[in-house]
């Protein structure tokens, strides 16, 4: 697949009413299925994230806890590109990635909660879980640490010649980290089958971007250096992020290379529930949940071109919030680890 490397910039606007808020980047169309998948995707991240929240403020998680809320569309987007035994690696925000990836929520929950039905026995807590079994190798606490870790899974591709495909994702404030850049110059010198997605939510720990970084709205350029083509994708719009998420991960499967998706996204929350984010405005908030708000898109087109009607979309919602509450339940209710568990998966047969 041919791609200019020159980067390729898809700048964001509001959503324009007459056309119920469609994506600001034309061409991208879902199917009535594919609307109705990514709704209740994007949901259940929502509805998940947002008990994780209710837990933490009750004391049942303890530690760092960091929400997804308002992000859903871009790993949703990802994930509906990817083929089965592609991999995901991404950063400590990572709730939304598992249950993207298709881990059971009762084991995502039941490790944020520490106990011993979690998907790493309970000594994970939120910001390091993985599962082979579903290609999602963590949650990662160091910023950036991630970064050369999905080059390397990658790396592992490409020598066992499998067609699969590596997602690397990371934050606009781990895009300045060096070893983010080590590992562009080495995924471009091999051409290692990996798509690095920097999911740009404008504020990093709690500054805002243009403060602390040079282009800030354009960390995609600084592939071009090593060569990597890119583009900027609003990382609001589902149809958008699977659009672009398919011709980048096409790109690297046919051993062209690594890719950059640089995804234009908001968070609701604070970095972390300690948080209290009064580095933004409310105004600003709001004015974002109202006009960019990716599960609200696709609510509207689907009522709108008659997909669903608003009584099927609340039973949609009532078994995505059934599931949701039978795994914060089981998290409430699992027992915590032994403590022989501490001398455990120390090391690992791979």
Not at 63 to 83: K, N, P, R, S
Not at 125 to 153: E, Y
Request: proline share 4%; net charge neutral.
């Amino acid at each position: 697949m041919a791609v200019k490397s020159a980067y390729i910039a898809r700048k964001n606007k509001s959503p324009d009413k007459s056309d119920g808020g469609k994506s600001a980047v034309g061409g991208n169309s879902f199917t009535a299925e594919e609307e109705m998948h990514a709704y209740r995707e994007m949901l259940k991240i929502r509805r998940f994230e947002e008990k994780a929240g209710q837990l933490y403020g009750m004391g049942f998680i303890g530690g760092f806890c960091h929400l997804y809320i308002g992000q859903e569309a871009v790993v949703v987007g990802m994930q509906m590109a990817a083929e089965p035994g592609d991999q995901n690696i991404t950063s400590y925000r990572d709730h939304g990635h598992m249950l993207a990836a298709g881990m059971d929520p009762k084991g995502v929950m039941a490790e944020l909660t520490g106990r011993r039905g979690g998907y790493s026995k309970g000594k994970g807590g939120s910001m390091h879980m993985f599962s082979r079994d579903k290609q999602f190798f963590g949650g990662h606490g160091i910023v950036g640490a991630q970064v050369p870790l999905g080059a390397g899974l990658a790396f592992a591709d490409k020598y066992l010649k499998n067609g699969r495909v590596s997602l690397t994702y990371f934050g606009d404030g781990a895009a300045n980290q060096g070893q983010v850049y080590e590992a562009f110059n080495m995924a471009s010198l091999w051409k290692l089958p990996v798509v690095f997605i920097i999911e740009n939510n404008r504020y990093a720990m709690g500054t805002a971007a243009p403060r602390s970084t040079a282009l800030a709205e354009e960390l995609g350029k600084r592939g071009e250096a090593f060569g990597i083509p890119a583009e900027q994708v609003d990382g609001m719009d589902v149809r958008a992020v699977r659009a672009a998420a398919a011709r980048a991960i096409d790109y690297a499967r046919a051993g062209s290379g690594p890719y950059i998706l640089e995804m234009m996204t908001y968070r609701y929350r604070g970095h972390s529930m300690s948080d209290p984010a009064k580095y933004r405005s409310k105004e600003e908030v709001q004015k974002m949940r109202e006009e960019r708000d990716p599960i609200e898109q696709v609510k509207a087109r689907l009522l709108r071109e008659g997909t669903a009607n608003e009584d099927e979309l609340k039973k949609i919602d009532a078994e995505v919030r059934a599931v949701v509450t039978a795994a914060a339940d089981f998290a409430q209710s699992d027992p915590e680890p032994d403590p022989s568990e501490l001398w455990t998966d120390v090391y690992v047969k791979a």
